[in-house]
């Protein structure tokens, strides 16, 4: 067999075109969860029981859940049920949101029990409030610790992005499952997208590493002053 | 201070009473302290001496008790009929500050903001005269030089230096320490003792909980022996030569 590597130039800028709704997919589901993760980490943490509960039942559901049964689910099994008809698109964002949020509500919060309970004391004991306390003191501590585990969630949603071909979103594994079925050229187009994700997954990796060193996660470098 | 001339009472402990699940903790403390007072507070592991310096500045609540700052009741009562009418914790902490055993520096800013959080966030002072304040602060503690290090740079007493800085930086009223040497090496207990010592002098409001027996003697205007929740004892310098309660001369004993 011969690797036919003018197949993969010709084809190449489709699947890039094809990448960014990727990264665009990928990125902002992310971000939503990041918002949706710190919103139920301190819902479990919060005075009140319903909120507590609510947030309890949701990490628990969606930390559960398949991502390929959810998209599935939210694609035609939600339209049959409630008449709401999602675009693949929303339905791609709202899957990877629900299940990387759920996570990363759990890693925020044992981020946050991860600070030691001195420090609340002693912003208790200046006088600060207790969103002062949070704020300067335990959230700056607490983010240096979630940060290599919330890194990990993006390059999940990353790769785990590559699911919603199955309901057509048009992301890069889509388009390469049509390419390869009208060439037939399935290795070389299989392995364009596989070095395409490693590729990303590496960028992130170093911005991550980078990150890490800046807050002082690995290192011992403290973070700049935040008063 | 005068004859007839009355000292102004700065911390007034009524019945104190504090139960962690069925442990009853603290079992009807009564502690005044006057404006000036060193009170020094020792007695055996266990004993209630961290809950009870704890419960003046409310870090943890009484049941049961009046705790009174200057005046205003801040506890629950002494049959707990206070209720509503109790002041937030938050203005309390405007009058009290606290220097732990653990120094509990915050790790992510340097020694300057540490000191200057305070004054920046509960104050409201911008921030170049809370960093001038700051600064004075630290010189008394002898770390000027030390403004812009992070805490993990620093040895245990210039950490422990530091907090006292920061507990200083508001202009309280009154200081409590929890056995503040008790996590250092031995070689760098003295210097924060002798922080102190200098805080003393100057007149500071003081209540030590200590097992520095030597310390205690050279500063206690008050010293409080207590055991299993209860104040035993307290006087003048004399209970460290002649104590009345054969627990309290145990226990001098067992530690001198
Ligand atoms: N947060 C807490 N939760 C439950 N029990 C506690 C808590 N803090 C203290 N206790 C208990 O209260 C009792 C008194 O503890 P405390 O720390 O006040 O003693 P102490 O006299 O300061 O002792 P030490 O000399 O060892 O510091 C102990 O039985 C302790 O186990
Ligand atoms: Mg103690």
Redesign the interface.
Known sequence: MTFDTALVVERLPQMLAATRLTLGVSLLAFVLAVLVGLVMAAGRRSRLVPARALSFVYVNVFRGAALYVLVIWLFNGLAVATGILLSALTVGVLALTLLNSAYLAEVFRAAISGV?H??W?????????RW?VFR??VA??AA?IAVPATGNHLVDALKDSSILAVIAVPELMFVTNGIAQTTFRPFELYVTAAGIYLAIVFVLSWGLRRLERRLGVSG?R??A??? | MGPGEQAETVIDLRGIQKWFDDNHVLRGVDLTVTRGEHVCVFGPSGSGKSTLLRTINLLEEPQRGSVRILGVEYGPGVDGEVGRGRAPAKQLRQHVGMVFQQFNLFPHMTVLDNVAIALRRVRGVDRAEAEERAARQLRRVGLLQKVSAYPSQLSGGQQQRVAIARALVLDPDVMLFDEPTSALDPELVGEVLGAMRDLAETGMTMVVVTHEMGFAREIGDQNVFMDEGVIVEQGGREIYTDSREARTRDFIRAVL
């Open positions: 030691d001195g420090q004391e002693a912003g208790n004991a200046i006088g600060l409030s002062d300067r003191v700056p501590q240096r011992t403290p973070v002053p935040v008063v």
